[in-house]
């Protein structure tokens, strides 16, 4: 069993809680956010969407079901959704030490010690989220009683693209068809969905100049951070529009393809992190239950005049989509291959791969 020290969760405006450590015994900082899933935790800490954040779980009980063993299959991770944890620290309200599940193999305390991540629990976690409502996302630093010589850690200072995409092209399957994919972060389930159609996929960095490859589709993958680090992946996208072949943009894929397209992005007050946010396509009454994770929007006001908004967050009316009137170039913000779910557009996908 492990024993827990008391260590503190400080925020940039001087709020302080208290708590005990149930991960590696380290100090951190970064941006503090919130998610509002009751499950898929092993996703979410290895979502590269979540690069240079401290991630505050608020569904009270976590821990229970443990975690799935680090298995790979042609050099894809079975469970998560890359090969590394990405926050920076974790915060619970409750941790629970013993685990059960039939996929688990150790708990969420050893392996977060294990990559040397610092979990806090005991932590009133719909306090901190109500003030992260309230006043956004705020910097943050995890410190054991006896010290605070951290420095807050600001990720939107630098460009986190670059630090988790791929460092050199990457190829997957064998099909007739070829999917250039642009890694700006990319969760691995994104190349299993496309890789169950059966298709050649060529993952490439995210500067990559792509127009020297030969594909039949361009795919934009999640990301984390600012979009406006990323204009030279805009521009590579902006000469792809030229060749008028199939283009599909997922998360920081929308802003980027937005941002080519001439509109521009703004930063959310405290972003949208959680399953069943419900989008609704514009001109219709159809919903869709979706997963999200960004802190960035499009704003779709200035989009030029051959595209047009797909889909509106049916919580605050911000952007989840766009598309050519006349092109296939597609985008959607939330996340089609949400694991665990909700699935309701993992067709996206499908109708992607017939376009080629």
């Known amino acids: 069993m492990h024993r827990y020290k008391p260590v503190r969760l400080i925020l940039e405006n001087g709020m302080v809680f208290h708590g005990q450590s149930f991960g590696a015994e380290k100090a951190t900082s970064g941006e503090v956010v919130f998610n509002t899933a009751m499950v898929g935790y092993p996703e979410s800490l290895t979502d590269p969407s979540y690069e240079g954040q401290i991630l505050t779980l608020t569904y009270p009980l976590i821990g229970n079901y443990g975690v799935p063993a680090k298995s790979e299959t042609n050099g894809i991770s079975d469970f998560f959704e890359s090969h590394r944890i990405h926050?920076?620290?974790l915060i619970v309200?409750?941790?629970?030490?013993?685990?059960?599940?039939?996929?688990?193999?150790?708990?969420?305390?050893?392996w977060l010690r294990a990559e040397g991540i610092p979990g806090i629990s005991g932590?009133?976690?719909?306090?901190?989220?109500?003030?992260?409502?309230?006043?956004?996302s705020m910097l943050g630093k995890i410190v054991y009683e006896w010290e605070d010589e951290t420095d807050f850690y600001d990720p939107e200072q630098e460009n986190l693209v670059a630090k988790v995409s791929c460092k050199e092209v990457i190829e997957y399957g064998r099909g007739d068809k070829t999917v250039a994919l642009v890694d700006c972060g990319v969760k691995l389930n994104i190349i299993r969905e496309l890789l169950k159609q059966e298709i050649r996929l060529l993952r490439v960095p995210w500067d990559y100049d792509f127009s020297t490859l030969h594909y039949d589709g361009l795919f934009i993958s999640n990301g984390p951070g600012n979009p406006d680090y990323c204009d030279v992946t805009v521009n590579h996208i902006r000469e792809a529009m030229r060749k008028e072949k199939p283009i599909f943009g997922i998360c920081m894929g929308n802003q980027l393809l937005a941002k080519a397209a001439g509109a521009d992005t703004y930063k959310l007050k405290y972003g949208h992190r959680s399953h069943n946010q419900p989008v609704r396509k514009v001109g219709s009454n159809q919903c869709f239950i979706t997963s999200q994770n960004h802190g960035y929007a499009v704003d779709e006001s200035l989009l030029g005049g051959e595209w047009e908004p797909?889909?509106?967050?049916m919580n605050d009316g911000t952007n989840e989509g766009i598309r050519h009137k006349h092109k296939p170039f597609f985008s959607v913000q939330f996340h089609p291959e949400a694991t665990g779910g909700p699935t309701d557009t993992r067709f996206f996908f499908e109708d992607f791969v017939k376009m080629l």
Do not use: P
């Open 123 to 136: 932590i009133d976690t719909r306090m901190l989220t109500k003030v992260l409502r309230e006043k956004g």
């Open 87 to 89: 926050v920076r620290g």
């Open 310 to 313: 797909w889909f509106v967050n």
């Open 93 to 110: 309200q409750d941790y629970c030490e013993a685990y059960s599940h039939w996929n688990s193999v150790e708990s969420l305390g050893d």
